[in-house]
């Protein structure tokens, strides 16, 4: 099992979309079933490796259809705005790493009028658990990626952080999740990270250098 990469000073946070930021209903175990994906193997994976372009085609704007329709139906998520004002009051860089297509994620952003200079989806980069859209925006921002914090629900988004050399913190939105012992920060709202980064703000410079935020958080 992996170690999670210790949290230090916090520079900039790259978010996760889906019931991270705003809620999903997506049920990829029935999507699998409707697609003949196998429930053990990655939905988009096995969606690119189809060798006919138009059943691959095909099978790409079954999903997409059903990532929008998700889209128009979403609601934001628990204090996900006053964590992305405290953020922006600040100067905290932020950005969106989403395995949504990017026709999904931006209707959903804009839906909920918030607000990101980074969008970044699956066309862009290889999805979670890939790192590489993590990498190109700790680049853009010209920042460690270990002063970087990703924050996510899911297994992938925890895989893609510890691929990328940056802390992750996983939002479990009150479930028993299997996979917190991989997260550097543990949290079951968006509220609990308003409450450890207030806690890094008022740290002396030498504090922030010995302080690991390995922290289950109950809020």
Known sequence: MQTPIPCNMINGVIFDLDN????????????????????DTDLLQYIDEI??????KKLQQTV?????????????????????SYLNQQNIPTAVVT????QAAILK?????????????????????????LV??????????????????YV?????AYRAN??????TNGENLPFTQQASIVIQSLGGLIKILRQQAYMLPQERDRVECNIQSGN
Request: charged share 20%; glycine share 2%.
């Open 20 to 39: 991270t930021l705003v809620s999903s209903a997506l049920d990829f175990d029935w999507l699998r079933q409707q697609l003949g994906c196998s429930a």
């Open 51 to 56: 060798p006919t372009l138009s059943l691959r």
């Open 64 to 84: 997409i259809d059903y990532e929008l329709a998700d889209a128009r139906q979403s609601t934001v998520m628990p204090q996900c705005q006053q964590l992305l």
């Open 99 to 102: 395995r949504n297509c990017a």
């Open 109 to 133: 952003i804009n839906h909920h009028k918030l607000q990101f200079k980074h969008i970044v989806s699956r066309e862009d980069f290889a999805p979670k658990p890939a790192p590489d859209a």
């Open 136 to 153: 190109y925006i700790a680049e853009q921002w010209q920042l460690a990626p270990q002063n970087i914090l990703y924050v996510g629900d």
């Open 156 to 160: 992938y988004d925890l895989q893609a």
């Open 166 to 171: 940056m802390p992750s913190c996983l939002v």
